[in-house]
């Protein structure tokens, strides 16, 4: 899992390496599955959704708990697109579902301070690998919490990244934000009891 889960931020990193700065603004998309994606994957087809086409993309994924009501009561962000992810040789149905708030952006994992944007990524396999130094207990849960997921010299305010494993169902997720790293705990509990 820490593999499937590193791979896909690697991904998303690597295309904001090669696509600094782009940003694009909610609201444009075309049929469903076939917006214009924020994040491109490299090691395999993604299929993008609007966010009113929202219930489409979740048939496709393999778990789909829909943080936005979370994200709206703790951050105030709106929905802003939904991807599927399907890793190249893998089974013809969606390994992951990631939805996005606030601005889209191409490289969540370097975003600026502002403005506030998020991706929160759900797998339907629990997360087993917690590293210790990055580990904490919140709420009677564990979840790992780093900058970015990587040891890089980044501003206080993030990015940061979570992962943690829903309480009620076989699976786990990350959050990859810049916001305040106490919001992100916050989310990230309200996201783990999330039935």
Not at 91 to 102: E, N, P, Q, T
């Amino acid at each position: 899992m820490r593999f499937l889960v590193t791979t896909g931020l690697a991904a998303m990193l690597a295309i904001g390496i090669a696509c600094p700065g782009r940003v694009q603004a909610a609201g444009s998309h075309a049929a469903a599955g076939t917006a214009n994606c924020a994040i491109h994957y490299i090691n395999g087809p993604e299929s993008c959704y609007a966010p009113a086409q929202v219930l489409q993309a979740e048939r496709r994924a393999p778990i789909a708990v829909r943080p936005s009501a979370a994200v709206a009561r703790l951050l105030r962000l709106s929905l802003a697109q939904v991807i599927t992810y399907r890793p190249y040789g893998e089974s013809r149905s969606a390994d992951s579902i990631s939805y996005l708030y606030g601005v889209l952006r191409s490289d969540y994992g370097r975003a600026p301070a502002n403005p506030r944007s998020m991706v929160i990524t759900e797998y339907a396999v629990p997360y087993t690998r917690f590293v210790s130094k990055y580990t904490r207990i919140v709420g009677g849960a564990r979840f790992e919490i780093s900058q970015a997921a990587l040891d890089h010299p980044y501003y206080p305010w993030g990015p940061w990244y979570v992962v943690g494993n829903f309480a009620h169902h076989n699976g786990s997720f990350t959050i990859t934000a810049n916001i305040p790293q106490g919001k992100m705990l916050e989310l990230a509990g309200a996201l783990r009891r999330k039935r």
